[in-house]
């Protein structure tokens, strides 16, 4: 694939910034400033799978040409997420995408916005005496998977099931009467996981299938000398704060779900 910028020059306080988008990671993105967020060993794994599932992915630049912010952004799902520490680039990422669901470690005081936690589980030290009372197994017949991402996390683009698999990215089942009813993907880069997309159908929850499927995945990560595994959790998500908790999982960060406004309210 061909290296394509799309810059845009902007103008303020006499100062000009420069705002590219990137259209291929290994060609065009470059290193990444150390620091822009929590989840820097993931961010370009990140970066390419969205880009490659039809997302798009842009890079701000500080006036003296740093790369001080990023932002992933789905178009399907209407959802991406600014990473950065600079309120400029902030303000400009959060107004590029109206009426869209945007995710930032940058607090904005006067933004509406649901707190999410950062879990964080030491893998060294998670304890491996559970008694599995489900078979666990990694899923990757692609079909099964979007269907059953379909049905469970309709908001979810289609489109990254396969591109998740063809990444490495893992995805954790537990079956009964041979049906998917519980689902966890995980990527891994380096010493580094990230679990996301947990769920248990309804009628199957709080019989310890969620729990069998994390350790399952803490085996796994125990053989792979992963250290860290992380994952994020709204607030008010007593169920899974719960699970979390009760696996030994502490809270290390925060991040924000902001709700940008309309085209019409801005
Ligand atoms: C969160 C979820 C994945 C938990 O799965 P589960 O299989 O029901 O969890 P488990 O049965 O393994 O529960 C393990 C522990 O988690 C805690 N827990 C689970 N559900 C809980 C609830 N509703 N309230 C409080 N604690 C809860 C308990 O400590 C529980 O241990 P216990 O039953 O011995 O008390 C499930 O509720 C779910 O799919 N919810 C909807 C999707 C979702 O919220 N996903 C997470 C997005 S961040």
């Known amino acids: 694939m061909g290296i394509r910028i799309r810059g ?40 390419k799978e969205a880009i490659e599932a039809g997302g798009e992915v842009y890079v701000y630049r500080s006036t ?7 932002f992933i952004y789905d178009g399907y799902e209407a959802t ?18 109206p009426s869209s669901y945007i995710f930032s470690e940058y ?35 692609v079909g099964e998977l979007e269907r059953f991402m379909a049905a469970s996390q309709p908001e979810t683009n289609r489109q990254w099931v396969k591109v998740a698999l063809r990444n490495g990215d893992k995805c954790f089942v537990v079956r009964i009467a041979n049906r998917i009813v519980s689902i966890a993907w995980m990527t891994i880069v380096g010493g580094v996981a990230r679990s996301h997309g947990l769920y248990v159908e309804p009628q ?6 969620m729990s069998d499927n994390l350790q399952a995945r803490i085996i796994y990560l125990k053989s792979r000398h992963v250290h ?6 709204p607030g008010s998500n007593i169920a899974s704060a719960g699970h979390a908790a009760n696996a030994g999982e502490k809270i290390v960060g925060k991040i924000f779900l902001y709700a940008s406004p309309d085209t019409k309210s801005l």
Not at 80 to 97: C, M, N, P, V
Not at 110 to 133: C, G, M, S, T, Y
């Open 228 to 233: 860290t595994l992380i994952n994020e959790i």
């Open 107 to 141: 607090e904005v005081a006067e933004n509406p916005k649901e707190d999410w936690n950062i879990w964080q589980l030491d893998v060294d030290k998670a304890p491996l005496n559970h008694r599995f009372k489900h078979h666990v197994s990694i899923e990757s017949d």
């Open 204 to 209: 199957f929850r709080r019989m310890g299938i």
């Open 80 to 97: 991406g997420t600014i990473f950065t520490k600079s309120r400029e680039a902030f303000d400009h990422f959060y107004s590029l995408k």
């Open 8 to 47: 845009r020059r902007l103008m303020r306080n006499s100062n000009i910034l420069q705002v590219s988008e990137v259209k291929s990671i290994d060609e065009q993105l470059g290193d990444l400033p150390k620091g822009l967020s929590f989840f820097d060993p993931i961010l370009r794994h990140e970066a």
């Open 64 to 70: 003296e040409g740093h790369k001080n912010g990023l």
